[in-house]
């Protein structure tokens, strides 16, 4: 992946890093990131000596024929693990159980706490589950990082990227140790998770939303849903008054006397 994919993407786009002695040479380290854009997940492994491994639907990896097992292929090389989102509690556990098992190598392991990518540029609440639960599940250091300028690489609708500069910024290592133990506790997944969103805000610069991007996402689906609908039936209206018959103007009648009225 770093000599097929990232020694283009560093020609191409020159990305810049600060940060990169946060990265411990060896060990366990949990990497949470903002997410702007599907290509996050390939330039920060590209800037990195050490391989990142981040998750991603098991659909990628099953996929029939020809173009899916290329796909599969693909998403193994730089790194993606496939999640099989079926079960009771789907996508979520199965997280969760992935990256317990990276960590335990010894190894790196990349999420997005925000879960989806941010549909305007903005950073949203980071979901209490993954993040917090993997961190305390192995006493791993979470290292904030924030993605910069990715999501302007390709905006939505836009079939030809854009050639710029994205960055990334790296913190320093946040210990839990402190909460070790306490991996049942919602207030303690809460706090732990709203810490390192925190510091994922200070170091991208990205306006704070207190609201899932999901929620956000829904939202906005239905705003535009809505206002689409208003539009149709404003272009419905103004077609069936153009289809009414003109009315008729003054009645005029013959007055007595030969003058004339009107009614």
């Not at 411990?24 to 050490?50: I, K, Q, T, Y």
């Not at 210990?175 to 200070?202: C, N, P, Q, W």
């Not at 018959?245 to 013959?254: D, F, S, T």
Request: hydrophobic share 40%.
């Amino acid at each position: 992946m770093k000599v097929a994919i990232g020694a283009p993407l560093k020609l191409a786009f020159r990305p810049w890093v600060e940060g990169l002695e946060n990265i411990p040479a060896e060990g366990a380290a949990v990497l949470a990131s903002n997410h702007l854009s599907f290509s996050d997940s390939f330039f920060l492994p590209v800037m990195l000596d050490r391989k990142v491994t981040f998750i991603a639907k098991a659909e990628y990896f099953t996929t029939p024929g020809v173009k899916g097992r290329m796909t599969a292929a693909f998403f193994k090389g730089v790194g993606q693990l496939p999640v099989d989102r079926s079960g009771a509690r789907g996508a979520g556990e199965a997280a969760v159980q992935s990256g317990i098992q990276v960590l335990e190598r010894g190894e790196l392991f990349g999420i997005y706490p925000e879960g989806t990518r941010s549909p305007d540029g903005r950073l949203y609440r980071g979901k209490p589950g993954g993040l917090a639960r993997v961190t305390l599940a192995t006493g791993a250091p979470v290292i904030p990082v924030a993605m910069i300028d990715t999501e302007k690489i390709q905006p939505p609708g836009k079939v030809v990227p854009k050639l710029m500069r994205p960055g990334i910024r790296i913190g320093r290592p946040l210990d839990f140790s402190r909460y070790r133990g306490m991996e049942h506790d919602r207030f303690v997944l809460r706090a732990l998770t709203d810490e390192v969103m925190y510091e994922i805000m200070k170091l991208s610069g990205q306006e704070y939303v207190d609201v899932y991007a999901t929620a956000a996402k829904r939202q906005m689906t239905e705003a535009a849903k809505a206002e689409k609908e208003a539009e149709k039936a404003a272009k419905a209206a103004l077609a069936q008054a153009g289809r009414e018959p003109v009315g008729k103007g003054p009645v005029v009648q013959q007055q007595p006397g030969g003058d004339q009225g009107a009614e």
